[in-house]
């Protein structure tokens, strides 16, 4: 993809602690769609939510990628796709990093490639518990023994990228971690 043609918007959750589906980010979803492209259709793609007609409430034709019978072509006549969190990692270079691994054994962990590195969404700072498992910043560290692995950026929860061009800004007021081999 020729990165100066690129929009796009990753977003880390759908929903805040105390606060409504996508309402952290309606101002930045709706600037974001309505800016150049008047997007008045999007295509959904819940596989990791059992329900979209609350994002209707933002003003959009929602069609769901799951009801159509070509998904090749209702992602290619798509005026915007929708997905955040797990979502947001299909636009990285691998969905190797994602915590919440698949049900299913996916054909492979490449991703689409339209950003340099991966996403860790819901990312949380080490918290110190009785729990034995493993913190997030373990994991990538133990990702980031893999030769080759790509920078990793831990979006925390009310979080979004907005990516123009060659432009990455970071908005929201928790911040991003960043981490690298």
Known sequence: MDTQQRR??????????GSK??????DDINKFLKSKHNVSRILFVPYALHDYDEFIFLGYKVNSIHTSEDRVQAVEEAEAIYGNSAGSNV???SICITIDMPVVRPPSFTALGLIPFS?????LDDNPTTHMGETREQRIEQ???IPGA??????REGILL?????KITLVGKCGARIFSA
């Open 8 to 17: 796009i918007l990753l977003l880390s959750t759908s929903v805040v602690y």
């Open 21 to 26: 589906y996508l309402h952290y980010a309606t």
């Open 91 to 93: 636009a990285t270079v």
């Open 119 to 123: 996403i860790n969404p819901h990312y």
């Open 143 to 145: 990702y980031h023994s």
């Open 150 to 155: 790509p920078p990793v950026v831990g979006l």
């Open 162 to 166: 907005h990516i123009e061009g060659d």
